[in-house]
């Protein structure tokens, strides 16, 4: 986790971030302001008291009140991860205070967006390594994923049938043993018409199902690659690629790295 120093001029400046990080487990959030959890592997639940826990799933965001006594655990039967920014700032107050978001805590159902993926890169690259100025210009990234989130809060979700097929096909789609059989195979075992499945997965999610199968693979090579010593044969074989070199230039393309070399990074740091 990294603590962000603030400046008056930052707190000025109206959007400030205080702490980011991630990991299966989180800081306790108290004293003001806001936090935001972006779910990328496993499950978790959300606990209010008085209200029964609801389940978030990855590429799920919540936005909590510190000031509230929402938590989220991530459940204990799952690899779990989880990217957090906390925040404060009179901007925030002010778009509650004019209904944006709706009440909190708030799940806000993105799908794997990379565009928030790749805002929330951009604060830790900040955080890694402040420039002059760095508040102001984490508040400036942080603006920008905070209007797509509400934006996403308007759009809704789509309709209860919409929702409980893309659950299933988001499912479908994680699992390293699924039947490659071809996504027009798949959309005929939900029953439904190859463009409806695309264009109803598109929307809840923001990919086609075929990307959204290239990130949550990429995202579980990753995972393999840093917590296992699994050969990168293994891995591309565990996730249905045809060889090793075709694996290879998957992971490059996403990452600009060879695996090996994407590994050795990660185990350095650690």
């Known amino acids: 986790m990294?603590?962000?120093?603030?400046?008056?001029?930052?707190?000025?400046?109206?959007?400030?971030?205080?702490?980011i990080g991630s990991g299966d487990t989180l800081p306790i959030l108290s004293g003001s302001g806001w936090r935001l959890h972006f779910l990328v592997r496993g499950t978790a639940g959300l606990v209010v008291p008085g209200r029964r826990k609801q389940k978030l799933e990855a590429g799920e965001v919540l936005l909590l009140d510190a000031r509230g006594e929402a938590d989220l655990q991530p459940e204990a039967q799952t690899t779990c991860r989880i990217h957090f920014v906390?925040?404060?700032?009179?901007?925030?107050?002010?778009?509650l205070s004019l209904g944006f978001f709706g009440s909190l805590p708030k799940v806000i159902r993105t799908g794997f967006d990379e565009h928030l993926l790749g805002l929330i890169v951009r604060l830790v690259e900040l955080a890694k390594n402040p420039p002059p100025d760095v508040g102001r210009m984490m508040g400036g990234a942080l603006s920008n994923l905070l209007a797509r989130l509400e934006s996403a809060t308007?759009?809704?979700?789509?309709?209860?049938?919409?929702?409980e097929l893309v659950h299933g096909a988001r499912q479908l789609l994680s699992d390293p043993e699924w039947d490659r059989a071809g996504l027009e195979a798949l959309a005929s075992e939900l029953g439904?018409?190859?463009?409806?499945?695309?264009?109803?997965?598109?929307?809840?999610?923001?990919?086609?199902?075929?990307r959204?199968?290239?990130?949550?693979?990429?995202?579980?090579?990753?995972?393999?690659?840093?917590?296992?010593?699994?050969?990168?044969?293994?891995v591309a074989k565990i996730l249905g690629f045809s060889s090793q070199a075709y694996f290879a230039?998957?992971?490059?393309?996403?990452?600009?790295?060879?695996?090996?070399?994407?590994?050795?990074?990660?185990?350095?740091?650690?």
């Open 249 to 270: 230039r998957a992971f490059r393309k996403e990452t600009g790295l060879a695996p090996s070399v994407w590994r050795a990074n990660q185990l350095r740091r650690s």
């Open 86 to 95: 906390d925040f404060d700032g009179t901007w925030m107050e002010r778009w």
């Open 192 to 210: 439904v018409s190859y463009s409806w499945f695309r264009r109803s997965f598109q929307t809840q999610t923001g990919f086609t199902p075929q």
């Open 2 to 19: 990294w603590k962000i120093p603030t400046t008056s001029q930052d707190e000025a400046w109206g959007l400030f971030v205080t702490a």
């Open 212 to 234: 959204f199968r290239g990130l949550r693979r990429l995202d579980q090579a990753c995972q393999l690659l840093t917590d296992s010593s699994m050969s990168i044969s293994d």
């Open 154 to 163: 308007r759009q809704g979700s789509g309709t209860g049938c919409q929702r």
